[in-house]
């Protein structure tokens, strides 16, 4: 999570905006309509990707992403939960990079 929040903040997302995300107030997130669709479409598929239907699809198109972007962003999530899921179960800890503001110790 930390180096998530970290590249957010590199991509110029604010402190409220990285906390907010971090702790699933999107609402709270300075985001486009279009950026919020898209996060609670990654939680949706991240969480229970078979719950995903046509009309979840469908907020995002008419959020404005197009097809194409749809399709790179469910494989940006989907390697992304890849990478995750073996980092927990080999204990990878936590860089600190919020804390150091930098990539490497």
Same mark, same amino acid.
């Given at each position: ?27 709270? =997130? +300075?985001? $486009?309509?279009? @950026? ?9 598929? &991240? *969480?229970? =990707? +078979?719950? $995903?239907?046509? @009309? ?9 992403? &197009? *097809? ?38």
């Amino acid at each position: 999570m930390d180096s998530h929040a970290y590249f957010l903040r590199v991509q110029g997302a604010s402190d409220v905006t990285v906390a907010a995300i971090a702790e699933g107030k999107l609402q709270d =997130a +300075s985001l $486009s309509l279009a @950026e919020r669709a898209l996060l609670e479409y990654a939680k949706l598929i &991240t *969480e229970s =990707a +078979s719950r $995903s239907t046509y @009309e979840d699809v469908q907020r995002l198109r008419e959020a404005g992403w &197009t *097809e194409n972007q749809i399709s790179e962003a469910v494989y940006v999530i989907a390697i992304f939960a890849f990478f995750n899921r073996i980092a927990d179960a080999f204990g990878v800890p936590s860089q600190n990079y919020l804390q150091t503001g930098k990539l490497t110790p």
